[in-house]
Structures are given as structure tokens and as C-alpha cells.
């Protein structure tokens, strides 16, 4: 998983001479947005600073400001932050004395070509990324946006462009800057397209799955764009589904449910002592199958989940009964670090192991497979542990006796029923998983948060691409 923090149209070096002799302050404001962005970079200890665009207000700032983003950008750097630099229209590289042409930024990736010739290639910490983005020039930059289409090689491919997306909200009162549709943006493919020119918030996304964002302007400059600022935090993760999309599911499923009382907390975000392996050939790019939930409005509680799990049972001795379908990291977890909880809970299922044949490979499990020291921990523990295997689960028939209790669920039976009838209409999951393509799945998880701050629980919202 990368993580990077995205901003753009942050238009240092602004003039406002109206202003008369306020203008200082005025100014000194823009880079004290500067600095909460990147002291946001560091106390969230992302990969990659992005800014997509109009970083200057002018394509020859002064000295001074060019001398405060460089000192700020080598801040990244020294903590192993790099900072990607894509020029806009305010600090275009037309000029050619452009600040991106006269000055270096040690450190940063600036993508000043008029074209994609090649994406630039980076590594973090082992994951391939390759990144997209053109300084527009005329006529240098006609095919700029058809060279923005992925490349075939494996790894995390990311867009930075400064444009306008045609058909949304300041489309009709702002410069139709480098103009683009949604559907152009889609074809190339990419896993999340940083964007800039917009000074407004706003996902791009369809579906169900986010492409694209504008962070909007992290200090309003016009009148009008006073209010709450924001930047874009986002974690792309390949292989799997993220620890973040996890705990969104649980909460868009309860609201969907009509239970948002229940309390959800995030868990571990991978086995003890191994790398997370991911089943979306099976559940789907969300993890959820073909589900399409709305952006859950409720957040996840500020506590990790094992201690909640142990607060709950601790509390009600004897009268809990736990429930785990998936792998047993936080079982394991919660075993260790608090050993009555074997001897305080009711009971204890679990969907896992089988008794014949597995799934992963031919003699195990997925959930037992993905973490099984967990497993082992678990299963020694002392307790009763009631198995649902695979060899059981293959057994059980959703037929009319079963759709009939999901009636009286409400929406959420008429949900699965729907889903059940889907699955029956459809081929097997054996000979589905044969024609489906082999693809690299990729989720991308945006967090809208304010410069000021690093809430590690902002809103979410989270999509997949393929």
C-alpha cells in the first residue's frame, strides 16, 4: 500500500494589492497553509506529497518564495517524503524563465514534459508506482491526455493532471483550462488520477468506484471560497482489501441494515507473521460482491478492535456469543492479551477449516490459510470452538424455507434474496472462476481532512479499480 497526501492550487506568492498594507499578512497565510500541509505529510508519515498544479501563483515568483517551497519540499525529503510537482496554468513552464525551468527542487519529481513519453517509475517498499502527468504547452500538449493511458507494467499507476472536467460545478465560472469528460479519464486506466484547477472538493467517481479527486484550494483566494479548506488523504493498496474499505463494508451493511448503533472498530490491518492475502476473484473489488452500498455516513469508534472485543465480552460475561467468519488475527490477538475471555464468552463459532478438501490450496482453508498462527493460537486455547467448515458450508442451500425468513429482514432480505436469486441464475462459482480474468485488483481510499489536522479517522470514502 502507498499513501499520499494530494493538494493543488495552492497559489503561493499571490499578490493582492487591494489589500493595501494587509497584503503581508494576507500572503504570510498562503504559506502558513503550506507548512500545515506539510507538517499533515509528516505526522502522517505518507510516501508521496502530490500537488497537482498552480503550486505558484505566478510562473516567476520571487525569489523568497521559491527559496520557502524549496526549504519546505527538502523537510519532505529528509523524512523520505517525496514530493511530486506538476506545473498548472498560473505557474505554467511556457515562460522560458518558468520557475520550473530556472530553479531545482531537490528532492521532488516535477513532471514538466509537454507529454507522457514514459511514466516515471519509483519504488516504495517494494511496490512498483508509476507516475503520470504533463506541464500543458500548446500544441506540444495535443495528444497530452492520450498519452495518460496505463502502461502494461505491474505495480501502482497514478495520474496528476490540471484541468477541467467538463459538465461539473465550475465548469460555467472558471477557465475551461485543458477540458476533459469523465469517460477520457476512465479509459486510461489508471488507479487514482490526482487533479487541480477546481477549488472546491470533489470525487470523481462512478459506480461505486472512485477515479479521480479535486482537493479544491487548501486557502480560499476568491470571494466566495470561504468556509472549511481541505486536502485529500489516500492509501492505494494492491492485492487485497484494505483494512479501510473492511471497516467501511461493516458500516454501509449496518446502516444498510437499519442497525447504526452498532459499534465497529477497525481490527488489525494484516496476519501475525505473514502478508495479507486478499480473495477478490471470489468477493468481489470491494468485498462485498456485485453490492453497491452508499458512502457510509457513520465512523468506525476511535478504539482498536480486540480492546473493544474485550470490553464487550468483559461486560457481559457469559452471555455473548462470538461470531468470527474470517481470518482469527484479533482473536488471537484478544486471547493473548486478555486469557478470560475463553472462559467469559458463551460460545464461540467460527466460518473456517474444513474437514475434507480446502480452497487455497487443496488441503487448506482460506481464513485458516491467510493467518494460521492465529488459528493455532485459537484452536489451543482452551475453549469450545464450534467449526463451520468449508465441507459444511458448500452444503447449505438457500431454498424457499431460507427466502422466506429473509422476507422479514426488510430491505436487507429483499438485498439477499435478490443477491441469492442473482447467484442461482448465474454459472457456479468454479466455472465463473475460470473465465474471469486474472487481473491485479487495486483500492483506492480517499480521506477529505483539513491542512490543520491529522485525524487518523476522518470520513471516508472508498472504491476499487481494476
Known sequence: MIKLLHTADLHLGARFPSLGEREGARQAAFFKTFEHLLTTAIKCEVDLMVIAGDLFDRPRPDASVVGQVQAGLQRLAERGITPVLLPGTHDSVVPGDSVYRRSEFPGAIVLDRPTVEEPVRITIRGEDVFL????????????????????????????????????????DCRKKDLPFTLAELKSW????????????????????????????????KRFGENGPRYCAMVNVSSGNVSLEQATANALAVLEFAGRPDVPVAAGSPRPLLRAFSGARLVHGESGLGAASLPAPRGRPR????????????????????????????????????????????????????????????????????????AAAIV????????????????????????????????????????????????????????RMPRQRMVTTVVRKLTPERSDPNPPIWSAQSQ
Not at 500538449?141 to 484541468?163: C, F
Not at 474485550?310 to 484478544?334: D, F, M, Y
Not at 447467484?423 to 457456479?428: C, E, G, M, V
Request: hydrophobic share 40%.
Open 379 to 434: 484452536f489451543s486455547a482452551g475453549w469450545g470452538v464450534s467449526m463451520a467448515g468449508l465441507n459444511v458450508t458448500r452444503q447449505a442451500r438457500a431454498g424457499r424455507a431460507v427466502q422466506e425468513r429473509m422476507a422479514g429482514l426488510g430491505r436487507l432480505g429483499a438485498a439477499l434474496d435478490r443477491a441469492v436469486m442473482s447467484h442461482i441464475a448465474s454459472a457456479t462459482i468454479g466455472s465463473l472462476l475460470q
Open 302 to 373: 476511535d478504539v482498536h478492535a480486540v480492546d473493544l472485543l474485550i470490553e464487550t465480552v468483559s461486560a457481559s460475561p457469559g452471555q455473548i456469543t462470538l461470531v468470527a467468519t474470517g481470518p482469527l488475527t484479533n482473536i488471537a490477538l484478544a486471547v493473548c492479551r486478555y486469557p478470560q475471555l475463553v472462559s467469559q464468552v458463551a460460545d464461540f463459532v467460527i466460518m473456517g477449516g474444513s474437514a475434507t478438501r480446502g480452497n487455497v490450496p487443496p488441503a487448506a482453508e482460506f481464513n485458516i490459510a491467510c493467518a494460521p498462527e
Open 132 to 171: 503520470y502527468g504533463f506541464a500543458y504547452r500548446s500544441f506540444l500538449s495535443e495528444r497530452g491526455l492520450d498519452s495518460m493511458v496505463r502502461r502494461p507494467e505491474d505495480g501502482i499507476h497514478i495520474g496528476l493532471l490540471h484541468g477541467s472536467q467538463q459538465g461539473r460545478h465550475e465548469w
Open 189 to 220: 486506466g489508471l488507479d487514482y488520477v490526482a487533479l487541480g484547477h477546481y477549488h472546491q472538493f470533489e470525487l470523481l467517481q462512478e459506480g461505486g468506484r472512485i477515479y479521480a479527486c479535486y482537493p479544491g484550494a487548501p486557502e480560499g
